[in-house]
């Protein structure tokens, strides 16, 4: 089959062959890679830029295609087009593929070719998918496997740790869209990260992480709670932080938003009816607190050094994890209850607004299917021997588990109780994990979550304080 208009002839992806001279192909961009540099062997001590991406032209045929150049014609070039965009490629050279040694890190296509673009021979350009041909629009909504062939969030999550590192499809709703997160890396490029969290029938929540650009940009467009993705090759990890499960968006991946499959409409159903019953809720509030494995965190810090490192950063520091041996030293729990107690969300544990009663995350469902509960919200200063991080967030289950009780058990204690359950507390040497992350609104600049609290063993104390003066330190 071959395209037209009315400058040219296109040539079908699947009629494509070495032999062809000058072939002109036209495609939807159905994946695509970030630009990166290499060194160039040829020329030490310059690099060489590629990038890749797919292009498809009928619902059983897509090839990859591979462009090496100067980082001037690579960028632009990478720039001038998305996922999503129709472009026309004039006389790429037609390779055979290596299909084992390319398919590791490229997606699985079912052409034996792929197409190479070169600077001073071959032209891509976008174009109106209506100016072409319509029917490349719907290829957008086909997945590029089979659509039966995925595993379920609740599958990924029984199977645990046996599943690690291994490459599978998913089929999910989303759930939630995180605001990308730019860093440095370790040899000075700059990164991103975009944590997407997804949801189906057997599970409520189920992070995807994207690392790329590309997937970051394609995330931002999808709608909370309305978006169906297939996601084709991602590779799933056991997360031991948070003690999970969860997908990564890797090179291979393909990722097809609102796939129009029997599956997909399944679920597309089931996010329908689940907002309107209130049966999302209901499974949201049967899903475990966020979690995180202490025994990962050995890193120890002192204060002096936490604050030297936040201002390290250049503003873009990465959650740190890590513990502090030292005590809190302002705990103002025997003043006004209000104070050290807020309402959360029963659904999704966010705190809602005080005046109204009602949770922002969860606006959109109606509030007679809502509930709160009332949660510890006590801010605390921790001290050691280096200085004092101000107004660190000691909340919810973790402030129980420091006060030794609930909220309804402190709530009935009399105020020379209270002011008693203090004085345990203040100043007593303890071993604190924490997690920092900026937080230019915040008062401090730095926002600290106490992750646990309690009393320190004063022989491991002791050896960790005197680690830190002769300068053996886990950093």
């Not at 619902?59 to 990859?64: E, G, L, R």
């Not at 720039?79 to 593929?97: H, M, W, Y």
Request: glycine share 4%; hydrophobic share 35%.
């Amino acid at each position: 089959m071959a395209y037209s208009s009315t400058t040219r002839d296109f040539v079908a992806l699947s009629d494509l062959h070495p032999n062809l001279a000058r072939p002109n192909v036209i495609g939807v961009v159905i994946g695509k890679t970030d630009v990166r540099g290499f060194p160039d062997r040829k020329n030490i001590g310059s690099e060489r830029y590629t990038f890749s991406f797919t292009i498809r032209d009928s619902p059983t045929y897509f090839i990859n295609v591979n462009s090496w150049g100067r980082e001037e014609y690579i960028r632009s070039l990478s720039e001038s087009f998305r996922v999503g965009d129709c472009v026309t490629i004039e006389n790429p050279l037609v390779q055979a593929k290596e299909a084992e040694r390319e398919e590791k890190f490229n997606p699985v296509t079912p052409s034996h070719y792929k197409l190479l673009l070169s600077e001073n021979h071959s032209v891509v350009k976008t174009s109106s998918c209506y100016e072409t041909d319509t029917r490349l629009l719907s290829l957008l909504h086909l997945p590029v496997k089979d659509p039966q062939d995925y595993y379920s969030l609740g599958d990924i999550v029984a199977n645990g740790q046996s599943l690690d590192g291994r490459i599978l499809n998913v089929l999910a709703a989303v759930m939630s869209v995180g605001e990308p997160k730019y860093f440095m890396t370790s040899d000075k490029r700059k990164g991103q990260r975009c944590e997407v969290k997804l949801y189906d029938e057997t599970e409520m929540s189920f992070p995807i992480v994207c690392w790329d650009n590309e997937s970051i940009q394609l995330a931002q467009s999808w709608i909370p709670r309305e978006t169906v993705i297939f996601a084709s090759d991602v590779r799933i990890n056991f997360d031991k932080f948070r003690n999970c499960m969860t997908a990564t968006v890797i090179s291979k991946t393909i990722i097809t938003t609102n796939p129009e499959t029997a599956e997909a409409n399944v679920l597309f159903s089931f996010i329908k009816e689940s907002a309107q019953s209130g049966a999302l809720h209901d499974k949201m509030e049967e899903q475990p607190k966020e979690s995180i494995n202490l025994e990962t965190i050995v890193d120890v810090y002192t204060v002096e050094q936490l604050k030297e490192k936040a201002l390290q950063s250049d503003g873009k520091l990465e959650p740190v994890y890590g513990i502090i041996y030292g005590y809190i030293s302002t705990l103002d729990i025997d003043d006004n209850a209000s104070k050290v107690i807020r309402n959360r969300c029963s659904i999704c544990r966010f705190l809602v607004n005080e005046m109204s009663n009602t949770c922002a995350f969860c606006s959109d469902i109606s509030s007679d299917s809502k509930s709160t509960f009332a949660s510890f919200d006590i801010l605390v200063d921790l001290t050691d021997h280096t200085g004092t991080l101000y107004s660190c967030y000691l909340s919810d289950y973790v402030a129980e588990e420091t006060l030794g009780c609930t909220v309804h058990e402190f709530l009935a204690l009399t105020e020379d109780r209270k002011t008693a359950l203090k004085w345990q507390l203040l100043l007593e040497r303890s071993k604190i994990y924490f997690k920092v992350t900026l937080s230019p609104s915040w008062r401090t600049g730095l926002k600290v979550n106490v992750l646990s609290c309690k009393l320190a063993d004063p022989i491991e104390a002791s050896q960790s304080l005197l680690g830190k003066e002769t300068g053996n330190k886990r950093l």
